[in-house]
């Protein structure tokens, strides 16, 4: 069997919405998979949605269905060897503090900085400082990204709530302490006091 007969029937036996890299075929030469899977992009087999990503694309009526976000941006962490972490209004949207999907989802990474089309929407990959991913927990560096989104100022009871609940469902207890530590003063004494409230 040749190269790109084992590299179509690869593809060909996965799961509609499988991503596929240049590495994804370690057997073989990066760049002639790179061809290789141009090619396919050409015969419609896969659809390339950035330099190096492609998807072999599960279709409906409406056009090609996308997988989720985060499963891309999972796949792009694990392929560059990345950190990865929301920010802004993506941030927010995740942990539930605002109901707003954004078009244009924000993340930053400690890999490449890229830009990805899924039809309408956009993932934007910004390239940031190490601190940023120095973290052990999960939830604390998503938390601190999304309530400098949100301000000092523009904390609402509401969001207080919110915050609340996702503390006490994920308290961290091994890497509550160390984490805080990272965290801007305000955010670190809004949290402790939330932390506190729950542990009264």
């Known amino acids: 069997m040749s190269v790109i007969e084992s590299i179509r029937k690869t593809i060909g036996k996965s799961i509609d919405g499988t991503l596929f890299f240049n590495n994804s075929f370690p057997e073989y030469d990066e ?12 015969q419609g087999l896969l659809e390339r949605i950035a330099f190096g990503i492609y998807l072999k694309p599960a279709r409906s009526r409406f056009g090609v269905v996308y997988p989720p976000v985060n499963d891309i941006v999972r796949a792009i962490a694990v392929r560059d060897k990345a950190k990865i972490l929301p920010t802004g209004n993506t941030a927010m949207n995740q942990l539930g503090l605002s109901e ?4 244009n989802m924000e ?10 089309k899924l ?3 956009t993932i934007k990959l910004r390239r940031s400082v190490p601190k940023n991913f120095e973290y052990k927990g999960e939830l604390v560096p998503v938390l601190v990204l999304a309530m400098k989104a949100i301000g000092k ?5 509401e ?3 919110i915050i609340r609940k996702l503390i006490e469902e994920s308290p961290e207890e091994k890497t509550w302490q160390s984490d805080l530590q990272l965290a801007p003063a305000w955010i670190r004494k809004t949290l402790t006091n939330l932390r ?3 542990t009264a």
């Open 31 to 42: 760049e002639y998979v790179r061809h290789v899977l141009s090619d396919l992009c050409a």
């Open 100 to 103: 707003q999907v954004p078009m």
């Open 107 to 116: 993340y930053i990474t400690s890999g490449s900085a890229r830009e990805i």
């Open 119 to 121: 039809g309408k929407r």
């Open 153 to 157: 100022g523009n904390l609402t009871n």
């Open 159 to 161: 969001h207080l709530g």
């Open 196 to 198: 506190k409230e729950i």
